[in-house]
Nanobody, 127 residues
Framework: DVQLQASGGGLVQAGGSLRLSCASS?????????????IGWFRQAPGKEREGVSC????????RNLDSVKGRFTISRDNDKNTVYLEMNSLKPDDTAVYYC???????????????WGQGTLVTVSS
């Protein structure tokens, strides 16, 4: 089975930065090479629905980003480590949420395209 491990959350002041990591494994056992996959970051704030933040395709590095994080968040991947990073800068209190990474095969931020999910990591931005 595909497994995803998200890490890097924490408490940061507004304007600060954090880098989240999503380590993945098991793609070969699922029958698809890892390059066929897209890794997405999602977040769920208290009392709100989960929303897609950013995603990247392993094969060519193409990305999609939520408008509200463009210019502040950068997604990248390390193919050798099967790890995707979400660099978050200029953080705002509205970015406070549990952040999840997920794996799918369609490049997009809709969660319906993602089959495998990791556990969340909490990001708290204080004002």
């Amino acid at each position: 089975d595909v497994q995803l491990q998200a890490s890097g959350g924490g408490l940061v002041q507004a304007g600060g930065s954090l880098r989240l990591s999503c380590a993945s494994s098991g793609f070969a056992f699922d029958g698809f090479p890892v390059n066929d996959y897209v890794i997405g970051w999602f977040r769920q704030a208290p009392g709100k629905e989960r929303e897609g933040v950013s995603c990247i395709r392993y094969s060519d590095g193409r990305t999609r980003n939520l408008d509200s994080v463009k210019g502040r968040f950068t997604i990248s991947r390390d193919n050798d480590k099967n790890t995707v990073y979400l660099e978050m800068n200029s953080l705002k209190p509205d970015d406070t949420a549990v952040y999840y990474c997920a794996a799918g095969t369609v490049l997009g931020t809709s969660e319906r395209w993602y089959e495998y999910w990791g556990q969340g990591t909490l990001v708290t931005v204080s004002s």
